[in-house]
């Protein structure tokens, strides 16, 4: 694998494989110790949108594997004069470089971006395309929640704004690769003009679909993108679509609640169930570090191994 760009590009079994050697990580990423893995690679963090999560995880990621890195700020750099993304790579590369981490609002940029570099390239959001890695860091919290691998029998329901979330549409695709049956919840001004062909069932209500799943993924209302037009206010959409105190009450005991980060407390999730016994919120966070130093590690060293006493699923269950 020398590129990661999409969750759609992989078999069930490179998924797979890509999640154990991110399990393999854990301990070095939770130990805050280096592998020497990438030393002499340079890895470039290139970063047209706003990020926390990802742009700091990747980084730390990369350190943690000894390679250098390259924080390239659009703010202040020629793309304020007009440079194309083409000529800012090509310069970039030009340099010695031997991954790109990019995320773009354009949806495509990161398959574009091969066309301009021999480097490898790892896609951290393109438009409301996808956003793999994220994809990558739920599907190995759920693992390690349940204590095996598959998804199989497993329902989850992802609430919210599907139709500009990058993050659903990895995570559909990821979800049910290793076997899960999934949901889509959301008023019909938030989901995709079209879902034919998406391997999922489609409800408008969450009080529905909530006696039914054992994980519950909730997804930032994005109002930088869509503003308020698309449902009545934001109180009515908590209404009907927030997972509020009295929601989680009702749930059965087992069901878990998922969110991807930055939250919007007491819209989609409230503050007290983000922070309740049943959140994986920040073992989500905790795990972007080992996904993301997978990604670098497999795009970077094909063909390499990297295993440690980490791959094992024990003592992790039901945190």
């Not at 739920?138 to 609430?159: E, Y």
């Not at 919840?185 to 489609?202: E, F």
Request: with cysteine.
């Amino acid at each position: 694998m020398k590129h990661l760009l999409a969750i759609e590009d992989l078999s069930p079994e490179a998924l797979l494989e890509l999640l154990r050697v991110s399990q393999s990580f854990v301990g070095v990423a939770a130990a805050g110790t280096k592998a020497p893995a990438l030393a002499g690679k340079t890895v470039v963090s290139l970063f047209y949108e706003d990020s926390t999560r990802t742009r700091l995880s990747f980084e730390s990621a990369a350190r943690r594997l000894s390679a250098d890195v390259m924080n390239f700020s659009v703010s202040s750099s020629s793309v304020k004069k007009g440079e194309s993304i083409k000529d800012t790579v090509q310069t970039i590369d030009a340099m010695g470089v031997d991954a790109f981490v990019v995320r773009h609002a354009s949806v495509g940029t990161a398959h574009r971006l091969r066309d301009y570099t021999d480097a490898s390239i790892l896609n951290a959001g393109d438009g409301a395309h996808e956003h793999p890695t994220q994809a990558l860091i739920d599907c190995l919290t759920l693992q390690q929640h349940l204590g095996r691998t598959d998804f199989t029998g497993v329902r989850i329901a992802i609430v919210g704004d599907i139709n500009h979330s990058r993050v659903a549409r990895s995570n559909v695709l990821a979800f049910t690769k290793l076997g899960a049956e999934v949901t889509l919840v959301a008023p019909p001004t938030l989901l995709p003009p079209v879902v034919d062909g998406w391997p999922v069932h489609v409800s408008h209500s969450l009080d529905d679909v909530l006696p039914k799943v054992d994980v519950v993924y909730l997804l930032r209302v994005q109002s930088e993108r869509i503003g308020e037009a698309l449902y009545p206010s934001v109180s009515e959409y908590v209404n009907r679509y927030g997972l509020t105190s009295e929601r989680a009450r009702r749930l059965d005991q087992h069901v878990v609640v998922m969110h991807p980060g930055p939250m919007n407390r007491g819209v989609e999730v409230a503050a007290d169930v983000a922070d309740g016994s049943r959140s994986l919120i920040l073992r989500q966070v905790a795990n972007g570090i080992p996904v993301r130093m997978a990604a670098l590690f497999t795009a970077l060293l094909p063909g390499s191994s990297f295993d440690t006493d980490g791959v094992s699923f024990e003592g992790v269950r039901n945190v």
